[in-house]
């Protein structure tokens, strides 16, 4: 099973996938934190992880958490690997959070369309990270901060759609 860090309002399962982010016609309020979806009592050292995304709304991130532990509600509020689509910046961004911040490693130009399915893709092994967009290697980096976690999915400030969540050991 999977878990929930969000506001239930931003959670939308349907036939077409997982939305995220998604804000309803009237919504109670209009608090984002980040909202997140990560696979229960999971923990992969090693990886292959793949999704794909369609940004619905917004212009900031969606993508795929990944060695991450202690997810909780808010932006930052989990410790592991971002790595993301990011359609205002026209870039993949990776980074990691500490539980109450951010920090970008690395982010490379991409061409990211809005309303168009993109297939994400993170192979790490060891301090090694590569992302993959739309099956082409786009980044490489290095860190060795976090070497075991779960996966799941997060956005920020932004409604995206996600399938096809895949997560391989290599």
């Given at each position: 099973?999977?878990?929930?860090?969000?506001?239930?309002?931003?959670?939308?399962?349907?036939?077409?996938?997982?939305?995220?982010?998604?804000?309803?016609?009237?919504?109670?309020?209009?608090?984002?934190?980040?909202?997140?979806?990560?696979?229960?009592?999971?923990?992969?050292?090693?990886?292959?992880?793949?999704?794909?995304?369609?940004?619905?709304?917004?212009?900031?991130d969606a993508g795929i958490l990944f060695r991450v532990s202690d997810p909780a509600v808010g932006y930052d509020a989990h410790k592991g690997y971002f790595a993301a689509i990011h359609p205002g910046q026209q870039a993949v961004?990776?980074?990691?959070?500490?539980?109450?911040?951010?920090?970008?490693?690395?982010?490379?130009?991409?061409?990211?369309?809005?309303?168009?399915?993109?297939?994400?893709?993170?192979?790490?092994?060891?301090?090694?990270?590569?992302?993959?967009?739309?099956?082409?290697?786009?980044?490489?980096?290095?860190?060795?901060?976090?070497?075991?976690?779960?996966?799941?999915?997060?956005?920020?400030?932004?409604?995206?759609?996600?399938?096809?969540?895949?997560?391989?050991?290599?």
């Amino acid at each position: 099973g999977f878990s929930y860090y969000g506001h239930q309002q931003f959670l939308d399962l349907r036939r077409d996938g997982l939305h995220l982010g998604s804000v309803p016609e009237h919504p109670v309020n209009d608090y984002r934190c980040g909202e997140k979806v990560v696979l229960n009592d999971a923990a992969f050292p090693d990886l292959k992880a793949e999704v794909t995304i369609r940004i619905l709304g917004g212009d900031r991130d969606a993508g795929i958490l990944f060695r991450v532990s202690d997810p909780a509600v808010g932006y930052d509020a989990h410790k592991g690997y971002f790595a993301a689509i990011h359609p205002g910046q026209q870039a993949v961004i990776l980074g990691r959070s500490n539980g109450s911040s951010w920090t970008e490693i690395a982010r490379a130009p991409a061409k990211v369309k809005r309303n168009h399915d993109h297939q994400l893709g993170v192979a790490a092994r060891g301090g090694s990270i590569a992302i993959l967009l739309d099956g082409r290697r786009v980044l490489l980096a290095e860190d060795d901060t976090y070497q075991l976690g779960s996966v799941g999915v997060r956005v920020v400030d932004t409604h995206a759609r996600f399938t096809g969540l895949s997560v391989k050991r290599p």
